[in-house]
């Protein structure tokens, strides 16, 4: 296994550009007309930073009955902007009929394949991928593999290993998030320690981060792409699009190629990484964050209930003997958890104020009979 994962091209997607490697291009393509006019304006504002040009060919969607690309009737349009503007292309490889349908039509077209999210975490599909590739003679094409949907690392780990174990060892990889059940700020959950330690255990993988697919809002391409670039990744994936917001797919997340110049010209690019470590604790700390917060709001849903309770059973909002209780098992609970018991108390007292404070609200609102908000 060791010597497969030693195989990975050192940072070669057969291109000739400097790090950080910054891929650009649609979510999908729409028309002829939409991809050309991203594609020149592109070219135009961003000639020595984009080299590659990402599209969406195939779109595997959730729903049936959205658009799920154009399919091969797009890829002469790719065609036109490799010859036109000299960047390489990048397209998703939903399947492997897909593959050899491409690669059979059209075989200088496409330079670089990646995997989708959806695809990875499917180990029948990337292996029939694999076996048309090897089939075809596609060794040497560059493949970039998304993370799976869900934070499994070794579903993405065991990825690349079969690609490396059938000798296809031009990979990278690409980051986008984890598709998250609560909600939170970002689309899908960036855990960044994740591609970190894959990182560690494959050095000589090149990550791309995918702001795009990670924020799922424009708003955020900026703050994702400079945190994936001080976790000292290779490059960027970012979605772009001549009209983002009548776009037909991913409509929130795309930027016009102009934007993509000013954010690409206001972030930093470090060599040194030594912060990373603390980006990393900072992201789990927002996410352990917003836990205690939402079971603050669950807690407080409880104690609602209880203020009717008590208010129909005519018993009093504030209960000192279980107050009493509440305070004496949280510390000990705390002390287990090896938390000093002052602290426990202060931030359970706290609690209970709010709690007690809120019942008599709630109380008054029913003896008003009227809605207060709280
Ligand atoms: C995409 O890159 O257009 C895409 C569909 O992304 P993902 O596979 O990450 O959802
Ligand atoms: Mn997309």
């Given amino acids: 296994m060791k010597d497969t994962i030693n195989n990975i091209k050192d940072w070669n997607l057969g ?11 649609p979510c999908s393509i729409e028309s002829e007309e939409q991809v050309l006019e991203t594609a020149r304006r592109i070219y135009l504002s961003n000639k020595d930073s984009v080299k590659i040009f990402r599209a969406g060919v195939w779109k595997p969607r959730t729903n049936p009955g959205c658009f799920e690309g154009l399919g091969l009737t797009a890829i ?7 010859d036109e503007f000299g960047m390489k292309i990048a397209v998703e490889i939903p399947d492997a009929l897909r593959l ?4 059979t039509i059209y075989k200088d077209v496409v330079d670089i394949i990646w995997v989708g999210a959806r695809t990875t975490g499917d180990v ?27 934070p499994d ?14 000798n296809i ?4 990889l690409i980051f986008r998030g984890f598709k998250n059940f609560n909600e939170t700020k970002y689309r899908n959950t960036p855990i960044w320690k994740l591609p970190l330690s894959i990182k560690k255990k494959y050095p000589n993988v090149c990550i791309f981060g995918d702001p795009s697919h990670i924020g799922g809002n424009r708003n955020y391409i900026k703050e994702l792409s400079q945190i994936s670039l001080d976790c000292g990744f290779e490059g960027l994936m970012i979605e772009c699009h001549c009209n ?4 037909w797919t991913d409509a929130s997340q795309q930027i016009t190629p102009e934007n993509l110049n000013t954010l690409l010209s206001e972030l930093v690019f470090k060599d040194n990484h030594n912060d990373v470590e603390l980006s990393v604790l900072r992201d789990e700390i927002d996410i352990i964050d917003r836990e205690i917060i939402k079971l603050l709001a669950d807690r407080m849903d409880v104690s609602r209930k209880i203020a009717d309770f008590k208010e129909e059973n005519c018993l009093k909002t504030y209960q000192p003997k279980r107050a009493k209780e509440v305070l004496e098992t949280r510390k000990e609970f705390g002390k287990k958890m090896k938390l000093n018991e002052n602290f426990i108390e202060d931030v359970y007292k706290r609690i209970m104020d709010e709690s007690i404070l809120m019942q008599d609200f709630v109380k008054l609102d029913l003896i008003l009979n009227k809605n207060m908000t709280w």
């Fill in 100 to 103: 050899k349908e491409l690669f």
């Fill in 76 to 82: 002469p349009y790719l065609k036109k902007i490799k």
């Fill in 153 to 166: 690392i070794k579903l993405w780990e065991g990825a690349i290993e079969r690609f490396t174990s059938n």
């Fill in 169 to 172: 060892n031009n990979i990278g």
């Fill in 15 to 25: 291109i000739d550009c400097k790090t950080p490697v910054i891929i650009a291009g």
């Fill in 124 to 150: 029948f599909a990337v292996q029939s991928i694999i076996d048309m590739m090897c089939e075809m003679h596609l060794e040497n094409i560059p493949v970039l593999i998304k993370n799976p949907i869900s």
């Fill in 244 to 247: 983002p917001e009548e776009a």
